[in-house]
């Protein structure tokens, strides 16, 4: 297929990579100079995303937030009439249905995990839609992104938005949970790495392993997997999602914890991090003491 691929930042460029074996890619970014890998691989490079989509037989986007969504496609009317529109920006499930209502055939395409999995087609992908036949045929053109058995497809892009946004929740919250666990080792006069060794029996074992070598210093948060802007983006809509549910009467939101205390807490370190110049580094930076982030 004839495929315009809009945003292609860390995440964004193993995507198309993926897709370009078998399809003809025409890719678009704001700054130029991040379509370099991907025209080298032999992608064409549109000057602006009009041109990207000129005879496209399918859009896919993969923008920093529903704001970008607005601003690149739904505002601008950029998806011609019928065109399958495959969106893989994080959003909120009110996001996805505003977009949906816009363009017919928006499917929301969220992928989860970092970019050591996007490398290796091993990311988690949901696929939603409710037009059964379009969510197979994206379902088949995305498989080279996804883990099989975390290739998911579900009857609307508000159910994707929501299940990426819940991943993104588990990683805010554990990561902020070792951040604590790190913490009380260091007061109780164990080392990072006996920190981490005792928490292989815990249910922060999964992020203790993740990011356990950054906390051993054994990498920089420098060019990072997941930057502490992109996660801190992504709790803003879920909490923004939770803030919106509990001022509908319609939709009250009783449960304990509804207000996300935990991934408040998570937030605020993330913005402390970010406040400090360290938006575009790995989010493990909220593990780590200053020179450690650097390698300094």
């Not at 890719?27 to 989509?53: H, K, Q, Y």
């Not at 859009?59 to 969504?69: C, E, K, M, N, Q």
């Not at 260091?186 to 815990?202: K, R, V």
Request: net charge negative; charged share 20%.
């Amino acid at each position: 297929m004839r495929i315009a691929f809009l945003g292609t930042g860390r995440m964004g460029t193993e995507l198309a990579l993926h897709l370009l074996p078998e399809h003809q890619l025409t890719v678009w970014n704001r700054t130029a100079a991040r379509t370099s890998t991907l025209a080298e691989a032999g992608a064409a490079v549109a000057d602006s995303p009009a041109d990207a989509v000129t005879d496209a037989d399918l859009v896919i986007t993969s923008l920093f937030g529903p704001d970008a969504v607005r601003e690149t496609v739904t505002a601008a009317g950029l998806i011609p009439a019928g065109i399958p529109w495959i969106d893989t920006t994080t959003v909120s499930p009110e996001d996805a249905d505003e977009f949906a209502e816009a363009v017919p055939s928006y499917v929301g395409v969220p992928v989860i995990g970092t970019l050591g999995p996007a490398r290796k087609g091993s990311l988690g992908v949901y696929v939603g839609t409710p037009d059964a036949s379009l969510r197979d045929q994206v379902l088949e053109l995305v498989s080279p992104w996804a883990d099989p058995a975390r290739l998911k497809g579900v009857d609307s892009g508000r159910k994707a938005a929501t299940g990426k946004l819940l991943a993104n929740l588990a990683l805010a919250i554990s990561a902020q949970g070792l951040r604590e666990a790190l913490a009380l080792g260091e007061a109780a006069g164990a080392s990072d790495e006996e920190t981490l060794g005792m928490l292989d029996s815990t249910g922060l074992a999964f992020i203790a392993g993740m990011k356990g070598a950054f906390v051993r210093g054994e990498r920089t948060t420098e060019g990072g997997d997941f930057t502490a802007d992109a996660i801190a983006k992504d709790a803003r809509l879920m909490i923004d999602t939770v803030g919106a549910a509990a001022s509908d009467s319609t939709s009250p939101t009783s449960r304990p914890g509804g207000d996300l205390p935990a991934l408040r807490g998570a937030l605020a370190s993330l913005d402390a991090e970010i406040a400090a110049g360290h938006g575009d580094d790995d989010f493990s930076t909220i593990l780590l003491p200053g020179a450690q982030r650097t390698g300094e």
